[in-house]
């Protein structure tokens, strides 16, 4: 014994977590606005919590819990039967928690893919010292105003500079005088 289950699980969930693609690419690429890192660590809350609340969930429970939080939180559709695979390997993950047996939960984590800690690195990172920070601000104002601002800060009109598309293979669309 060593840990908490809970304790345990919540690690192991972490874990599971970094290794998930679809998860990361949703947060990396700002799917959850600007709250997408604490979206995706509220998922960990989240199967936590489903099973303090219903120790016997089965695993079908947990990726339904998933599918919903990823098309809720993230505006995204894991039509690759991932949440099938994170919600079983956490349903497995909590069943050896419960036993409290820290190391099969650490033979069967060695188990997994190495995906880094990309979870936890979001999380520390400090505001302002980050490009992205900037970018998920603009995102949150966007979404605060109700949709799209022009560079001046104001809803529809026109701009009244012209901007350099930093990102080739996009085309920015401009707003016409009115």
């Known amino acids: 014994m060593g840990s908490h289950p809970e304790e ?25 606005g600007s709250q997408s890192v604490p979206k995706a660590m509220s998922m960990i809350d989240a199967v ?19 599918g919903d939080m990823m098309d809720d939180e993230f505006n995204t559709i894991c039509e690759d039967d991932s949440t099938d695979e994170v919600g079983l390997l956490l349903w497995e993950f909590y069943r050896h928690c419960s036993t409290g047996d820290r190391d099969l939960v650490e033979a ?22 980050n490009p992205q920070d900037d970018e998920d601000e603009d995102e949150e104002d966007d979404h605060q105003n109700g949709g799209p601002c022009s560079s ?27």
């Open 108 to 129: 069967e984590l060695a188990k997994l893919p190495k995906a880094g800690n990309w979870l936890s690195k979001c999380i520390n990172q400090t505001p302002g010292g």
């Open 8 to 32: 345990l699980f919540r690690l192991a969930a972490n874990n599971i977590f970094n290794c998930w693609t679809a998860l990361q690419l949703a947060v990396e690429h700002g799917m959850g």
């Open 48 to 66: 936590v919590e489903l099973f303090r609340n219903k120790p016997n969930a089965d695993w079908d429970e947990v990726a339904d819990l998933l």
């Open 152 to 178: 001046n800060g104001h809803h529809g009109g026109a701009m009244d500079t012209q901007e350099v598309n930093p990102d080739p293979g996009w085309t920015q669309v401009q707003r016409r005088r009115r």
